[in-house]
């Protein structure tokens, strides 16, 4: 982009979801006003904050369920031959993703169904409508 042309709203990074949240007004209000006296940027800004604080707060509870459910944290990628190769081994998988769990898009519903015995993601799941489709009695 050139040094003399300003991006006047970034394009969301290809790491997040969007989310929809109804506010009273009152509170929306009490968003408005701290936006309007300069502690946060925007109403994003100043929500981004509130659930990072909140989630810092709550950090011990959320690593002790973490290790409790078993929960892989972060981003966890589910390649066609990762697939193939529990196909090959007669292993099912049990996906349990604690951020963002993605099966990649040349994974047939034939292969997902064949290899993943359950789905349980707290974030979101990527991957094709089809193998959406075809896991959907295995998705928690």
Same mark, same amino acid.
């Given at each position: 982009m050139p040094a003399d042309v300003r991006e006047l709203r970034p394009?969301?990074?290809?790491?997040?979801?969007?989310?929809?949240?109804?506010?009273?007004?009152?509170?929306l209000g009490h968003v408005d006003l701290m936006v309007q006296e300069g502690f946060y940027s925007n109403r994003t800004?100043?929500?981004?904050?509130?659930?990072?604080?909140?989630?810092?707060?709550?950090a011990d509870v959320v690593?002790?369920?973490t290790a @409790?459910?078993?929960?892989?944290?972060?981003?966890?990628?589910?390649? @066609? =031959?990762?697939?193939e190769e529990a196909r090959r081994t007669g292993e099912m998988l049990h996906i349990n993703v604690l951020g963002l769990a993605s099966i990649a898009q040349d994974v047939t519903a034939d292969l997902a169904r064949a290899t993943i015995g359950s789905v349980s993601v707290l974030g979101a799941?990527? =991957?094709?409508?089809?193998?959406k489709a075809a896991l959907a009695d295995r998705i928690r």
């Open positions: 394009k969301p990074a290809a790491d997040t979801e969007k989310i929809t949240i109804n506010l009273g007004y009152v509170d800004d100043f929500i981004r904050t509130a659930i990072r604080n909140q989630l810092e707060r709550h690593k002790q369920s @409790r459910k078993s929960l892989e944290l972060g981003l966890r990628n589910y390649s @066609r =031959a990762d697939l799941l990527h =991957a094709s409508p089809a193998v």
